[in-house]
């Protein structure tokens, strides 16, 4: 019999203490019932939203994982037992399963996708090829209408989702300018993925720089909140946008965020502001896929990873993700071709 082994959530944790809310257990893992796939994991995906999911808020846009239960998050992995018509052992999948060496899903319900192999790195279909991408593109042009020319600040911009917005915005002609918490991601942005400017929040007056932007600033992609949301919104052009894709600052908070000081912006830029949630968009995901892949093949939209190797080390994986250690994609890989 095949046994697994998964992270448990036994506890809200505090801060980042993830030591102290999560065990690592090993089970035996059942054949798939009828309709289900058992999917052995190669590489795991860290992702931001999850820490919500680990507190006990009910307003968050998915409840709260309950305590005893398995941690929730994507995998990429080979099908190793199939009970389902559409999924055969040997497919390469991505689905949302389990902080587990292996996961049995129903395919509807985990958004099972079977992988094109032909890609120059598999580990792209969890970033620029993958949710982060969809994220991006979905977010950039569909969400928030981004035309060629416009002036594009981005927040958390050295990370999975940032990295692509900047790309894909670089690639549409736009002034994209990026704030990141370290000056080599700073310089990677500019030297490598070649957007105008970027902006070290460590060490640099957001606001000031801001205040240079001649014109100010069309789009706003959002991933972090806090005090950069409150940079942001005096130096938006009149009639800019603002896209709430994500608020890191307040994912440790049982109580919520804080609303931004500088609210009254919106009225007096008459700015619009919209959430940016992937999931919303899943159905149109094969539609993203295309132009994201023609990036990709032309050199376009790279993609970085902060690999961590190990189910045993996926918490230190989740801790750089969440005190901004990484540049690129977190994923953990497991060692499995
Ligand atoms: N709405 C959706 O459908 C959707 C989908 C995917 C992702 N997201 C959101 O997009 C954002 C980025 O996610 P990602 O997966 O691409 O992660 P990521 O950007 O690769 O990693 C998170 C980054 O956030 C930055 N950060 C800024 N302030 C922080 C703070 N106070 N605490 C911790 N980190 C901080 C860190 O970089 P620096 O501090 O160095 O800049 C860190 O590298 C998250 O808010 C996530 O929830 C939303």
């Known amino acids: 019999m095949i046994s697994r082994?998964?992270?448990?959530?036994?506890?809200?944790?505090?801060?980042?203490?993830?030591?102290?809310?999560?065990?690592?257990?090993e089970e035996p893992v059942e054949a798939p019932a009828d309709g289900h796939v058992l999917v052995e994991a190669q590489y795991l995906s860290m992702d931001p939203g999850v820490r919500v999911w680990m507190t006990a808020r009910e307003d968050g846009y998915s409840p709260p994982?309950?305590?005893?239960?398995?941690?929730?998050?994507?995998?990429?992995?080979?099908?190793?037992?199939?009970?389902?018509?559409d999924f055969a052992e040997g497919d390469l999948v991505r689905g949302f399963g389990h902080w587990a060496t292996h996961s049995t899903v129903d395919p509807a319900l985990a958004g099972l996708a079977k992988l094109d192999e032909d890609v120059a790195d598999v580990r792209d279909h969890f970033g620029v090829l993958g949710l982060n991408g969809w994220t991006a593109l979905c977010g950039l042009t569909h969400v928030l209408e981004l035309k060629e020319g416009e002036t594009v600040l981005v927040s958390a911009a050295a990370g999975a989702t940032g990295s692509v917005v900047c790309q894909i915005a670089?690639?549409?002609?736009?002034?994209?300018?990026?704030?990141?918490?370290?000056?080599?991601?700073?310089?990677?942005?500019t030297e490598d993925l070649g957007i105008n400017s970027a902006i070290n929040y460590?060490?640099?007056?957001?606001?000031?720089?801001?205040e240079k932007i001649e014109g100010g600033i069309d789009v706003y992609f959002e991933n972090v909140g806090g005090d950069l949301l409150d940079a942001a919104l005096p130096n938006m052009a009149l009639y800019g946008r603002i896209g709430i894709c994500g608020l890191i600052t307040g994912y440790t908070s049982?109580?919520?965020?804080?609303?931004?000081?500088?609210?009254?912006q919106?009225?007096?830029k008459r700015l619009t502001v919209k959430g940016i949630f992937l999931p919303d968009f899943m159905a149109e995901g094969r539609d993203y896929y295309p132009p994201l892949r023609e990036m990709y093949d032309q050199g376009n939209l790279v993609g970085e990873f902060d690999e961590t190797q190990g189910i045993e080390n996926v918490l230190n994986a989740f801790t750089r993700l969440m005190t901004g250690k990484n540049t690129g994609k977190v994923i953990v890989a497991l060692g499995q071709d």
């Open 202 to 210: 460590k060490t640099q007056d957001v606001a000031a720089e801001l």
């Open 5 to 25: 082994q998964y992270w448990r959530l036994d506890a809200r944790p505090e801060g980042h203490d993830y030591d102290a809310a999560l065990s690592l257990v």
């Open 170 to 189: 670089r690639n549409m002609g736009c002034t994209v300018i990026g704030i990141a918490g370290s000056d080599e991601k700073c310089a990677w942005l």
């Open 65 to 85: 994982i309950p305590l005893g239960t398995p941690m929730q998050g994507q995998f990429i992995g080979r099908v190793v037992q199939s009970a389902h018509p």
């Open 254 to 264: 049982e109580s919520g965020n804080p609303g931004p000081a500088h609210f009254d």
């Open 266 to 268: 919106i009225l007096m």
